[in-house]
């Protein structure tokens, strides 16, 4: 392969990735163009040759160099066809997609129905890949997360409130289990546990009688918004309740170690999987080494280990 194309979403620890991933192939003299905002760039033929240079001083930087979009017209036979003719017209042979489920889907389409040679490198903060322990960003998402919800614990145990903090993850509760328990809140809810805010209610009350006076609890976006859970324990309790919604503060930011590393772990490790023929195929970690999974199975729903974080939170609450 002499010219690759690398398309990403954004998130913290993208541009660690596309740096690893652009001084690889210039170390074997390969080309990478850069496609910027996703697949619709792609369509678009809005793409640039990147050099050892044009990566420098971006590992820190969160966010993608490369800007990101959802593109509808990508969901197209005409727009598909039209991404095909955008490769072929620039002569580029491969395609690293750094992205989640979305991205990841679409790489595994033009692998299979036009047969694109494609590598994925799992990025999310959602966590929610399939097959893949880490994907890049989802520990930088925790971290902000994390020092949001130590700021507004000094609000709460000073205050003497009740704060109910909405944190991302479309239907995933990875960033919501992780920041409950390292940050030693009562309660978390789920999109995949069922709750009972009648019965949390009484736990509060219960604990206020017995001299308890401040409360944290997080909720996971995509079930119930924190501001409808919020306004029924203000009700059922009359106790002082307050929401915070983080937002997209978890998406950005400066990359952890953690993430800065993955991503270059990744992305060289896709370098070379794509370039020895390794197709259609996603990098991860088994059992700490390197290696690849079909993207037919990192696209599929991911089951994260919910019982035993939980069941941590409520036993040192
Ligand atoms: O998938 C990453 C994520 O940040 C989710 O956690 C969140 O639900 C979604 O993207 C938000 O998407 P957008 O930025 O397009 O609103």
Request: glycine fraction near 10%; aromatic fraction near 4%; include cysteine.
């Amino acid at each position: 392969m002499k010219r690759i194309g690398i398309l990403t979403r954004d998130c913290a620890g993208v541009n660690a990735a596309i740096r690893a991933f652009v001084r690889s192939a210039s170390a074997c003299k390969v080309e990478v163009y850069g496609i910027f905002r996703g697949y619709q760039g792609l369509i678009e033929g809005d793409l640039k040759l990147l050099n050892h240079r044009s990566v420098s001083g971006i590992i820190n930087l969160g966010g993608t160099i490369l800007k990101a979009a959802r593109s509808k017209q990508f969901r197209t036979l005409a727009g598909q066809r039209q991404a095909v003719r955008t490769l072929h017209d620039n002569k580029i042979e491969g395609l690293a997609v750094v992205g989640g489920n979305g991205s990841l889907a679409g790489a595994h389409v033009l692998a299979t129905k036009y047969s694109i040679p494609v590598i994925g490198i799992p990025t999310t903060i959602d966590n929610d890949v399939n097959g893949v322990e880490m994907s890049i960003g989802a520990d930088t998402a925790v971290n902000v997360a994390l020092d949001a919800l130590d700021k507004i614990r000094d609000t709460a145990t000073s205050l003497e409130r009740i704060f109910v903090v909405e944190v991302m993850g479309r239907d995933c509760g990875y960033i919501a289990l992780r920041v409950a328990l390292a940050g030693g809140c009562e309660e978390v809810l789920l999109p995949e546990k069922s709750f009972n805010v009648e019965k949390i209610c009484e736990e509060i009350v219960e604990g206020n009688i017995q001299g308890k006076v401040s409360w944290i609890i997080v909720v996971a976006e995509g079930k119930v918004k924190a501001v409808d859970i919020a306004k029924k324990i203000n009700t059922l309790t009359d106790l002082e309740t307050r929401e915070v919604v983080l937002g997209h503060i978890q998406r950005g930011g400066r990359p952890t170690a953690f993430d800065r590393i993955i991503a270059a772990r990744y992305a060289h490790h896709a370098f070379e999987a794509l370039t020895s023929g390794k197709l259609d195929r996603c990098v991860t970690l088994k059992e700490g080494k390197l290696t690849t999974i079909p993207l037919a199975k990192a696209i599929r729903p991911k089951d994260i280990e919910i019982n035993d974080y939980y069941k941590l939170v409520k036993i040192l609450t």
